[in-house]
């Protein structure tokens, strides 16, 4: 996606009113992102960072950084594209603060060998499977906006990225031509697909250094009223981590198309989302989630 001089005079006025920063710092900061995103460079954020170093804290950039992102990321033409793009971007900008010492609080949560194990992880899905390891990554990045958008601290951040990451680690396991087949399922092959997010926990205890992200990961299909798998928990019981991944898997996974149903559009899937509040999913995270999209019955099309 290129963003263009439109795209910032569109940007809504109470974004600029909203926000604890000049006008100049925001405007600065969409025109880098722009250039950025025609470049397909994510590098060139760090212009901004080093444009902007009178600001009191990393923090403060990131921060600013993040609104305007999520102004230029709503639903629509291209979405899954952008979203991948700001997440690479954001993270470089973490990366660059860390370096330069303006953001000791990024120092990420996870250790190195938990970080490797799960790129590894993920590496192997992609073998098996591109697609899929494709959707894993479009949902741990709408999961970790969310995420971040709800002001949770770094450390449950990380583990839903994590969850999201490898929330279908377990289909690895699962015949492909079931989980393609385009008939309804028999009683057997029904069992078999929802055996998958127990066998991918089980791969996740067997590593010490992800062993924490094995029950976030079980609980990934289970509904907010207990009508979910494997084990028919509900309400709090199910772990916020995995009530956040389970929300964004499905709205993902609604507009990919499948072999036994037609693709949704954006809207159709944010109307899916809101009729399963209080059913398959936790009514506040809906409600964060809509917030988080600016969907009002409606998302437009364009982007």
Request: aromatic residues 6%.
């Amino acid at each position: 996606m290129i963003v263009s001089r439109d795209v910032l005079e569109s940007l809504p006025q109470s974004l600029y009113r909203s926000l604890p920063w000049a006008s100049h710092t925001i405007d600065s900061c969409v025109k880098i992102v722009a250039e950025a995103q025609r470049m397909n460079n994510p590098r060139r954020i760090r212009a901004w960072i080093d444009f902007e170093r009178g600001m009191p804290s990393g923090e403060e950039i990131l921060g600013c950084l993040d609104s305007v992102i999520h102004e230029m990321t709503q639903p629509g033409e291209g979405f899954a594209d952008r979203v991948r793009f700001a997440n690479k971007l954001r993270q470089e900008a973490i990366d660059y603060l860390r370096t330069k010492g303006a953001m000791a609080s990024a120092q990420s949560p996870l250790d190195a060998t938990a970080a490797a194990q799960a790129d590894g992880l993920v590496a192997a899905l992609r073998l098996h499977d591109p697609e899929l390891a494709e959707h894993c990554e479009i949902t741990a990045q709408l999961a970790s906006r969310l995420a971040i958008t709800m002001g949770l601290e770094n450390a449950t951040v990380a583990r839903v990225t994590l969850t999201a990451r490898l929330h279908d680690l377990g289909k690895m396991r699962i015949s492909r031509s079931i989980m393609n087949k385009p008939m309804p399922l028999t009683a057997a092959e029904c069992e078999e697909v929802q055996s998958y997010p127990a066998i991918g926990a089980a791969t996740l205890e067997a590593m010490p250094a992800l062993a924490e992200i094995a029950p976030l990961v079980r609980a990934t299909r289970e509904w907010f009223d207990g009508r979910g798998y494997p084990a028919g928990t509900a309400h709090e019981e199910i772990p916020l981590e995995s009530r956040i991944v389970a929300l964004c898997d499905a709205f993902h996974t609604m507009t990919l198309a499948r072999p036994y149903r037609k693709t949704r559009s954006t809207n159709e899937a944010m109307e899916q989302i809101i009729a399963g509040s209080g059913t398959q999913f936790d009514p506040e995270l809906v409600t964060a989630f809509t917030a988080m999209l600016g969907y009002r019955g409606r998302i437009a099309q364009s982007a």
